[in-house]
């Protein structure tokens, strides 16, 4: 009997499935042939080809007789080039051409003609979950994805070059192969806050975003300094722990960037004319969109009304639950998406409505559904919004250095580890009955906010927004309860509702 079976994985949504691959060597028959079961897509079926040439230019010798390559559980659709090295590895062991591994081996590479090992897309998931399941697990792996093995201990990862290192493994030659370790965090910024001139209200909302993980849009004509400001939000963010980078970069990986360990906080900012599977994330093999890209970061949309209506729409469900779900007729995948939305929009489409020194050339049904695209249940999900006015000449050529990102950044660190030990998380992330724990009122201040409620016709998801935003700003006085002022502050925030 030549059989063997070992051990790889397929990626189902955000989580992997354990795969057996299964060999099988008939060679009583002298009709040769090559056969893949267990639910393939194309790239898996194209294997044959792939693997057959790999072992023959390595010089191994390639089976007599029909060979079947069983994937199980074949009720799960299987789909990825990572099949390449196990199904390799498998037929050597079956055809008694390397010594039986153990059966703790879990085996992920694409192969070339040669016998080369390709890197992979998901590599980071695949090491990161299997591990979870199974503590004894070990990975043979491409070199080429070395980098994302590196939150693995590497005394289980051996990385190969070439299908022929697997002899050398199966022969115990180990050490060669264990990946070096290298420093992984790194938190440098290209840009500054102390570049931006003037806009200290707009600086102040931003810290406050910032330390509660707060979404934020920034309203103002062309020039006022949203997008420099926008893109300076993460050199004031709290740092990553290490939970987050291994998060994110396992979300990188199966969206198919390699060797990308996040080590700051994401930063995506897609163009207005993208699509809302590009934003949210499908496909017909659904992958993570921007939203999940921008988890644990910055999702920063530029010029937001240009956005289409069904994108801007299709961010309702992830704002409120911090991941999204993608349902396609034969999957179901679900990706977390707690990102913190930074919008910014012109007033109106010339962009100069309500400017003191440009005149807008706009009509006011103009005005009116330009604004319009931007939908009441998308403006109650955004925290604070602010009116920035044109930077005066006076500040735009001052000489004085505004303050520094890590000034701002030290105190939203203070700011941040005090909703952490109160509460294990940011005030932004609460949901309605931690709202109702951890921001009490007392009579007076309840009195206040239930009045401005009522002036402004204030929602109850406005009202419980109001609530987490005067909690950060609570936080940044370190006082213990919320008071009348850090109230009136968040609604100052609010200034689009107010104003209407």
Request: with cysteine.
């Amino acid at each position: 009997m030549k059989y063997s079976k070992i051990k790889t994985g397929a990626i189902n949504g955000y989580s992997v499935e354990e795969i057996i691959v299964e060999i099988d060597v008939n060679s009583r028959t002298t009709l040769r042939s090559f056969k893949i079961v267990g639910m393939p897509n194309t790239s898996i079926l194209e294997s044959e080809k792939r693997v057959l040439s790999a072992l023959r230019n390595s010089e191994f010798d390639l089976p007599n007789g029909s060979v079947v390559a069983n994937l199980s559980p074949s009720s799960l659709k299987k789909e990825g080039t990572h099949f390449d090295l196990p199904i390799a590895v498998a037929l050597l062991e079956a055809s008694k051409q390397i010594k039986k591994l153990e059966p703790d081996f879990f085996f992920f590479g694409e192969l070339g003609l040669d016998g080369e090992v390709r890197p992979i897309i998901g590599i980071a998931l695949y090491l990161m979950a299997i591990k979870e399941k199974n503590e004894n697990a070990k990975f043979i792996i491409p070199y080429g994805n070395v980098s994302e093995s590196f939150f693995i201990d590497s005394s289980n990862v051996y990385a190969i070059k070439n299908i022929k290192d697997i002899q050398k493994i199966s022969n115990g030659e180990r050490g060669i192969f264990n990946p070096e370790k290298i420093e992984i965090f790194e938190h440098k910024h290209d840009i500054d806050f102390s570049e931006i001139k003037g806009q200290n209200f707009a600086k102040r909302a931003v810290e406050i975003a910032a330390s509660g993980f707060h979404n934020i849009l920034l309203r103002g004509s062309p020039g006022s300094g949203k997008t420099m400001i926008a893109k300076r939000i993460p050199t004031i963010l709290p740092d990553m722990t290490k939970e987050e980078i291994i998060e994110s970069t396992k979300i990188y990986s199966i969206a198919g960037f390699i060797n990308k360990v996040i080590r700051k906080r994401p930063f995506r900012s897609p163009h207005h004319t993208a699509s809302s599977a590009s934003i949210i994330g499908g496909g017909s093999s659904p992958k993570p969109g921007e939203i999940s890209l921008a988890h644990n970061g910055v999702l920063f949309m530029d010029e937001f009304p240009e956005y289409k209506s069904d994108v801007i729409e299709a961010l309702r469900q992830p704002l409120e639950d911090g991941e999204v779900t993608i349902t396609r007729s034969k999957s179901v995948a679900n990706y977390p998406a707690k990102f913190m939305l930074v919008s910014s929009q012109n007033p109106c489409p010339c962009g100069y409505y309500g400017d003191k020194e440009k005149e807008c050339t706009c009509n006011i049904n103009q005005i009116l559904n330009y604004n319009k695209k931007i939908s009441g249940p998308i403006l109650d999900r955004i925290d604070l919004r602010l009116e920035m006015p044109r930077v005066k000449i006076d500040e735009l050529l001052s000489k004085e250095v505004g303050e520094s990102s890590e000034s701002i950044k030290s105190r939203i660190l203070k700011t941040s580890e005090i909703q952490i030990k109160r509460q294990g998380k940011l005030n932004g992330k609460l949901n309605n009955k931690e709202i109702k724990l951890y921001t009490s009122l007392d009579l007076k201040t309840e009195s206040f906010l239930k009045n401005a409620a009522l002036n402004f016709k204030m929602t109850a998801r406005s009202v419980n927004r109001i609530l987490k935003v005067s909690r950060t700003i609570a936080d940044s006085f370190e006082s213990k309860n919320i008071e009348i002022s850090h109230i009136s502050e968040a609604l100052n925030y609010r200034g689009k509702e107010i104003i209407q």
